[in-house]
């Protein structure tokens, strides 16, 4: 599986920013795609996901701010993030979990990684 995000930059408080990612190689049918970001001395934390079926998990941190979208016809994940904040100021990475039926078992893939920069 490979991940290509594309989007980020350097963008002021209050303003907006879409991130994109497509996924490609072995896709689970049962799987989620979503976004995880990583600040300098924290640890990677969930920003939103989003399952095969359309189920949602937002972090309460951007909850009302950003929203996740996908398309499974073309494998491809969004993040809009609007009212950005100086704390959303971080990495963010693309993920997928497939989900194998017969096990639960899961499987992740991480993109590479585009900065997203919200500064004055």
């Known amino acids: 599986v490979q991940l290509q995000a594309s989007g980020g930059g350097l963008v002021q408080p209050g303003g907006s920013l879409r991130l994109s990612c497509a996924a490609s190689?072995?896709?689970?049918?049962?799987?989620?795609m979503g976004w995880y970001r990583q600040a300098p001395g924290k640890q990677r934390e969930l920003v939103p996901t989003?399952?095969?079926?359309?189920?949602?998990n937002y972090a309460d941190s951007v909850q009302g701010r950003f929203t996740i979208s996908r398309d499974n016809t073309k494998n491809t994940v969004s993040l809009q993030m609007n009212s950005l904040k100086p704390e959303d100021t971080a990495v963010y990475y693309c993920?997928?979990?497939?989900?194998?039926?017969?096990?639960?078992?899961?499987?992740?893939?991480w993109g590479q990684g585009t900065l997203v920069t919200v500064s004055s």
């Open positions: 993920n997928l979990r497939n989900r194998l039926a017969t096990s639960n078992r899961e499987y992740d893939y």
């Open positions: 190689g072995s896709i689970f049918s049962i799987n989620t």
């Open positions: 989003m399952s095969a079926s359309g189920s949602t």
